[in-house]
């Protein structure tokens, strides 16, 4: 079974302050995913990753940045917490280049005051 | 990209009784995947299906890409299958871009 973890269920963080997510999948996925959930938006992909330290921006990347330094593990960080990032912030990753079936992780419900 | 439609948006059943989801999408697809959002906010894949039909227990998806519409099938509902489920592709050619219906909320009642 693929199995795709982070770092945190929930966490509160103030304004301004920097925020990394954590994100480890066990299957040797070369594609891991960062997408965001909100009310009346459904989700929305920020940031993708198809190789270490190889990254494209999704729909949404302003206010983010992501690194990929180890194959498992990508991370996702916001450089300077506002509340419009309050969400519900969810990882995924596959194994195809194209197409592929995409599992996801427990989801990181952030809420910055 | 795609457009992804689902309908319902909001299904309430009794307990033991079948249901049927809809998903349809706008342009072909190499990747089609049916989930279920807990209540926790996990999705949990219950079908990757670009075409044809798989069952899985009381679920079964059919995806007819010709038509570009896809169909979730509960069936002898319980009270543990209330949730969202999502419909999600991908274009054909679109990489990994997956995106997203905007869901059924599905609650099942004694």
């Known amino acids: 079974d693929v199995k795709v973890t982070q770092s945190s269920r929930y966490l509160v963080k103030r304004t301004g302050e920097k925020v990394f997510l954590e994100c480890v999948q066990d299957m040797d996925h070369e594609n891991m995913f960062w997408y965001r959930q909100d009310p009346g938006l459904g989700l929305r992909l920020i940031y993708f990753?198809?190789?270490?330290?190889?990254?494209e921006k999704g729909d949404i990347p302003e206010g983010y940045s992501v690194s990929r330094e180890k194959k498992e593990r990508f991370s996702l960080i916001l450089e300077s917490a506002s509340t419009n990032q309050t969400s519900m912030y969810l990882c995924?990753?596959?194994?195809?280049?194209?197409?592929?079936?995409?599992?996801f992780g427990p989801g990181t419900r952030l809420t910055v005051t | 990209g795609i457009q992804v439609e689902q309908s319902p948006p909001d299904l309430i059943l009794q307990e033991g009784a079948n249901s049927t989801l809809r998903c349809n999408f706008s342009d072909s697809v190499n990747n089609l995947q049916w989930f279920h959002q807990n209540p926790w906010g996990q999705l949990i894949n219950l079908f990757y299906i670009p075409s044809g039909t798989k069952q899985n227990g009381r679920l079964s998806a059919t995806t007819v890409a010709t038509e570009r519409y896809s169909l979730l099938y509960i069936s002898s509902s319980q009270t543990t299958d209330s949730g969202v489920y999502f419909c999600a592709g991908i274009l054909t050619g679109g990489g990994n871009k997956l995106t997203f219906g905007t869901g059924t909320q599905l609650k099942v009642e004694l």
């Open positions: 995924a990753s596959t194994d195809r280049a194209e197409g592929g079936e995409q599992y």
């Open positions: 990753s198809y190789d270490v330290k190889m990254k």
